[in-house]
């Protein structure tokens, strides 16, 4: 794998992911602040992991609260409590399941809906904003890597 530079100070534009654990933690870095970044200014009033799970409900609908665990990694007590939270902010609702009374189904209000797109715009006009600043070169970059950070993805279901 990569092995850590000697050198520290100014980043340069040299990169080495195949053999720079410095430039694997930068990238790992700059995912992580961009990521944080959308979130600050597009999430409202609700916490980084209500909107997960509403974003989950929102995809995947309808799902039990197991399924909400599942694909979001924690136990079900974690999620029941953000969807309690998500239920109190009418941004998602229970619902008995028609073929078997005793499961419950969690799917998005109307509500829910807006808000989510409404945090979409906001994280795109953040990101247009941000590249709107770059020049022509690195704006090229960032397409050309695209897809790149695609693949990455594409094994890790969300």
Known sequence: ????????????DSVDLAHSVDDVDRLRVVLIRVARRIRSRAQGDITPSQLAVLGTVINHQPLTNGQIAE??????????????????????????????????????TAAGHAYADEVRAAGRTWIAEQIDSLDGADVRAIEQALPALERLLAGDPD
């Open 1 to 12: 794998m990569a092995s850590r530079s000697a050198v520290s100070g100014p980043r340069s």
């Open 71 to 108: 694909h979001e990694h924690v136990r079900p007590p974690t999620s029941s409590k953000i969807v309690d939270a998500l239920e109190r902010a009418g941004l998602v609702e229970r619902r008995a399941d028609p073929a078997d009374r005793r499961c419950v189904q969690i799917t998005a």
